[in-house]
Nanobody, 130 residues
Framework: EVQLVESGGGLVEPGQSLLLSCATS????????MAWLRQAPGKALEWVSA????????YYADSVKGRFTISRDNAKGILYLHLNSLKTEDTAMYYC???????????????????????RGQGTQVTVSS
C-alpha cells in the first residue's frame, strides 16, 4: 500500500523559510515522479512543484518559481520542498503525490488538478502571517 506522510509545515512570518518532507513507503520510490500540490481555504487544489524519478527535471508553478526548490533522496524514499521567501499567499495545506510514471507530463502539470484528485497523505499546513 502506497503511503505518503507529509511534515514540516508551520506558522512563519513573510520572508521566512520552511522545509517540507514527504516520507514514502509501499512502492519503489526511485521509479516514480513525485510532486507537491497545495490547497488554500476556499480555493482549488493546485500544482506547486514536481520532479522526475531521477531528480534531474524539476517543474515549478510560476507562482513559486525562484522561491521554492524541490528535491528527493531516492536512497531514503523522501521528497522535499524547500520554501524560501514565503508570502502570505503561500498559506495552504501542502500535499505530496506520486505519479504513475517516471515523470508527470507537461500537459498534466499545466492543467488544474480535477476536484476528484486522489490525495493520499494527510497534508502539512503552512501558514504565513505577520
Amino acid at each position: 500500500e502506497v503511503q505518503l506522510v507529509e511534515s514540516g509545515g508551520g506558522l512563519v512570518e513573510p520572508g521566512q523559510s520552511l522545509l517540507l518532507s514527504c516520507a514514502t513507503s509501499g512502492f519503489t520510490f526511485s521509479a516514480y515522479g513525485m510532486a507537491w500540490l497545495r490547497q488554500a481555504p476556499g480555493k482549488a487544489l493546485e500544482w506547486v512543484s514536481a520532479i522526475n524519478n531521477e531528480g534531474t527535471k524539476p517543474y515549478y508553478a510560476d507562482s513559486v518559481k525562484g522561491r521554492f526548490t524541490i528535491s528527493r533522496d531516492n536512497a531514503k524514499g523522501i521528497l522535499y520542498l524547500h520554501l524560501n521567501s514565503l508570502k502570505t499567499e503561500d498559506t495552504a495545506m501542502y500535499y505530496c503525490d506520486k505519479s504513475g510514471f517516471s515523470r508527470y507530463s507537461d500537459i498534466e502539470l499545466n492543467l488544474a488538478p480535477p476536484s476528484t484528485f486522489p490525495l493520499r497523505g494527510q497534508g502539512t499546513q503552512v501558514t504565513v502571517s505577520s
